[in-house]
């Protein structure tokens, strides 16, 4: 189970960092990544890792502005997004595999554990 935190309203050019908890058999050698849903757009990839590893992955409109961290001692992932433009505001969701292969790290279908989706709202 997962139970994503911390989004909210800010200003463009603010920051906020998203929290993703995990229950259960998460854990190391897990991938647990963000993805965001924006009204009227499929869910894309933002940041990740692929299970855990030190390699982060964005999306190139996050790339300079976001940062992922992990602490698996608490199971929980974060998504630290700075800058924040407009553009960015979504539903950001976290999302866990124990089995997603590399090619397949920014295709939501991959991702068997999706959390409940936190609201994201920048303005202008």
């Known amino acids: 189970q997962l139970q994503a935190s911390g989004g909210g309203l800010v200003q463009a050019g603010g920051s906020l960092r998203l929290s993703c908890a995990a229950s259960?058999?998460?854990?190391?050698?897990?991938?647990m990544n963000w993805f965001r849903q924006a009204p009227g757009k499929e869910r894309e990839f933002v940041a990740g890792?692929?299970?855990?590893?030190?390699?982060?992955y964005f999306t190139n409109s996050v790339k300079g502005r976001f940062t992922i961290s992990r602490d698996n001692a608490k199971n929980t992932v974060y998504l630290q997004m700075n800058s924040l433009r407009p553009e960015d505001t979504a539903v950001y969701y976290c999302?866990?595999?124990?089995?997603?292969?590399?090619?397949?790290?920014?295709?939501?279908?991959?991702?068997?554990?999706w959390g409940q989706g936190t609201q994201v709202t920048v303005s202008s």
């Open positions: 259960g058999r998460t854990g190391t050698g897990w991938s």
């Open positions: 890792t692929h299970r855990g590893g030190s390699t982060m």
């Open positions: 999302a866990a595999s124990r089995t997603v292969i590399y090619s397949q790290l920014m295709v939501p279908s991959a991702y068997a554990y």
